[in-house]
């Protein structure tokens, strides 16, 4: 397939929060256990009102969204040392390691820059292996006069890496950091960590659903390397319940039924891993270990209201195995969730993911995963699997 070169940078400039590091995870926790001694109760929808946005226009976003009995300096220098004491807790999100890993192994340079401040920064870094040393350059909210959506803090990173703006490819989850980045006149792709919102980052370059999804060689940069056979290889993941009744029309309308396992309960998990569609194996206990493909998330067709677990066991069933236990072991990536202009192009598509799982789950890499214990063993639980 052909890949349009968009334009050549030479180096690049990430957002911290949001993009590399899952660290909308802790502040949810942190802020439900805050809005909970207020008598409030913290609802997720309003994450998409403080990502982006410095400590303070944060804290006043909550404070206005719940109505609290406080000021928002108040408010935040309550906050602020629990979230201090768990920036140890904030993961990397899927494809930071490896993105950050590639570029500096080709010698990109490359910048972070963060509306936090620089020492908040710099600590959050801290406890990830090697990152520290990726940066040529860190520029945080507290050194320039206006954090994003103005384009200072760009501005700023590409003047410490030597570089002209329209040479830098900027990097970001949000809203206020993509108008910052284009009023910089840099290159810019969204990835957007509040789900399903797309569609407004029209400012941006180019919108991905995540980082795995990114593709250097489109901004001249050197493409990655460790696809194989269509196939991105992951750390294997874990995931296993009774199969539930799903929308009732995966085998009626597509020929494609998918034995669903329930979100409920799974809501780390998923918040964890982007949607998208993986492979890999599945075992039913009464019944053996199959080859399989999954779609993970909102199934854009059809606008799915909730993210949901969609496994199309490749084996020929004589009967249906609602109820059953469902384990399954995920050690692929294949590509993002998409829509389709119609149900054939849908099919179509799915009957590709089909094919490239199949050989792929051959190659000795993914193929070793079948003996896996936690397919077959009955009693297992999910802890040991963390
Ligand atoms: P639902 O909307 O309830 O998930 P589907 O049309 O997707 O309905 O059918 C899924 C059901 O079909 C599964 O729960 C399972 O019991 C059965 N089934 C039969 N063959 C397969 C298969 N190869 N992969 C997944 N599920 C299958
Ligand atoms: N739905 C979409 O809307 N977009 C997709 O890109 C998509 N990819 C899928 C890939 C696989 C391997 C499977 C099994 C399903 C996929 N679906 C996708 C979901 C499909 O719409 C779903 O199985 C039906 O909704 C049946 O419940
Ligand atoms: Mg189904």
Known sequence: MAKPLKKFVSCVILDLD????????VVSEVLKGFLAKYGKQWDGR???RIVGKTPLEAAAAVVEEYGLPCGKEEFLAELQPVFYAQLCNIKPLPGASRLLKHLSGHGVPMALASNSPRGSIESKISYHQGWKDYFSAIVGGDEVTAGKPSPEIFLEAAKRLNREPSSCLVIEDSMPGVTAGKAAGMEVVAVPSVPKQAHLYTSADEVINSLLDLQPEKW??????????????????????????GFGRGSKVLGIPTANLSPKGHSSLLSEHPSGVYFGWAGLSTRGVYKMVMSIGWNPYFNNAEKTIEPWLLHEFTEDFYGEELRLVIVGYLRPEVNFPS?????????????IAERALDLPLYSKHKDDPYLSSSFHSESNHS
Do not use: M
Not at 18 to 25: S, V
Not at 343 to 355: G, P, V, W
């Open 46 to 48: 309003e994450a998409q």
């Open 18 to 25: 949001g993009t590399l590091l899952n660290t909308d995870g």
């Open 220 to 245: 001249g940069l050197p493409p990655f390397q460790d696809w194989i056979e269509g196939t991105l290889p992951t750390e294997p993941w874990y995931i296993s319940g009774p199969v539930i009744k």
């Open 343 to 355: 149900l054939e192009s849908l099919i179509a598509k799915i009957h590709e993911d089909k094919r």
